[in-house]
């Protein structure tokens, strides 16, 4: 939390697990709640799309690949699943890396976060594959503005336009494992699943690898309001959910506040759901397998919380450490110089709090997409 105090081990854990035990996002401007907005959206995304492959919405919309690309396209209907290791990951976010070599859809690299991976008890080198999908929004926006290139981006910067997504924007990042990769590492965590009780607590489609892969984390944000609503979501068997900075959800969970353990890596039980976002599942036609996923966190400003990160997307796959992981805090620095380089010295500084504008001098801010890194 870089309090101004020196403190270690089981007390710097209890003292942490204290200060975020009760970190719920203030109300919107207008009076909302953001878990409120986060659950929203949350049906909004996973609602069966209605396509032959029976994938859920954000399956449908572009990816990564599919935008920052020479010949952008929107996916095909029925498109495979394509995924990557983490492009988090591969930026060396905690390492001051510069430069970034995009990895191709069809890789399926063992986790960044080696330590992480090994205290979590993920299979040696086992992978996670990623996937980032943004919505017909948000891809009308960046590929009509040719901001999915690194031509594009030099063009817009010479502009002195500011760019500024439409209220209607979502943008989606997912986590997957292999279902026999998933079924290991439950068992080393004491848990032991056939393979058709993981399809029954697990969201699972297959990828372009003829592969079976179960979900274990996603998170989205939202652009409604201008600094974005973050929302982060871990299956409920996740090992280490809510370390450090707990678990809270004001709207969706019958317990709205879970404390982080003392002793990391640890199971926390199950996320039992509130009666209305039991009644907005049943309204939407959401499948009873997305009662496992829990809302971890909302985020709409830089303090409170401080702190918001996923035991899977950034401590296990992308060596981000939850004490250093926040989504709208990172976010921030998005933003690309006018050679259309994105703003990597701040990448590499682990961002979190309030924004130092220091850091983005001399950068046109990409309204708090990151996925410049992989223009080509």
């Not at 973050?230 to 969970?253: K, Q, S, T, V």
């Not at 899977?312 to 050679?339: K, L, M, T, W």
Request: net charge positive; hydrophobic share 40%; glycine share 8%.
């Amino acid at each position: 939390m870089h309090r101004k105090m020196v403190i270690s081990g089981a007390a710097a854990a209890a003292f942490l697990a204290g200060t975020c035990a009760w970190a719920l996002s203030p109300p919107l401007p207008w009076g909302q709640s953001p878990d409120m907005v986060g659950w929203e959206t949350f049906v909004q995304v996973v609602a069966p799309s209605g396509n032959a492959n029976n994938d859920v919405e954000f399956e449908t919309w572009a990816s990564d690949e599919d935008i920052y690309t020479t010949n952008p396209q929107w996916p095909t209907v029925n498109a495979p699943k394509k995924l990557q290791h983490s492009l988090l990951g591969a930026a060396g976010l905690r390492h001051g890396q510069t430069t970034l070599t995009v990895p191709s859809p069809s890789d399926c690299n063992p986790p960044h976060g080696k330590a992480a991976a090994a205290a979590a008890k993920f299979p040696a080198g086992a992978c996670i594959g990623e996937e980032v999908r943004r919505n017909w929004a948000t891809y009308q926006y960046v590929v009509g503005r040719g901001l999915n290139t690194i031509a594009g981006l030099k063009a817009y910067y010479a502009t002195g336009k500011k760019v500024d997504l439409p209220a209607d924007a979502v943008e989606v990042k997912a986590d997957w494992v292999a279902i026999d990769v998933l079924r290991k590492w439950l068992a080393a965590n004491n848990i032991n699943l056939s393979q058709q009780q993981v399809r029954q607590r697990y969201y699972v489609n297959q990828a372009s690898d003829g592969t079976s892969y179960a979900l274990v984390a996603f998170h989205f944000f939202t652009k409604q309001q201008k600094n974005w609503v973050w929302a982060d979501f871990e299956h409920e068997l996740n090992p280490g959910r809510c370390d450090l900075i707990g678990c809270h959800d004001n709207y969706g969970a019958v317990v709205p506040n879970v404390n982080s353990k003392a002793q990391p890596w640890q199971q926390y039980g199950t996320c039992a759901k509130s009666p209305k976002v039991k009644l907005m599942f049943a309204n939407a036609g959401i499948s009873p397998v997305w009662s496992h996923y829990c809302m971890k966190g909302t985020q709409i400003n830089y303090t409170n919380p401080r702190l918001l990160g996923n035991s899977v997307i950034e401590a296990i796959n992308a060596d981000v450490p939850i004490a250093n992981s926040s989504c709208i805090g990172c976010h921030y620095y998005a933003s690309f110089d006018q050679n259309g380089q994105p703003n990597f010295p701040a990448l590499g500084t682990s961002p979190v709090g309030p924004p130092d504008p220091n850091k983005i001098k001399g950068y046109r801010p990409n309204d708090f997409i990151w996925g410049i890194v992989a223009a080509k």
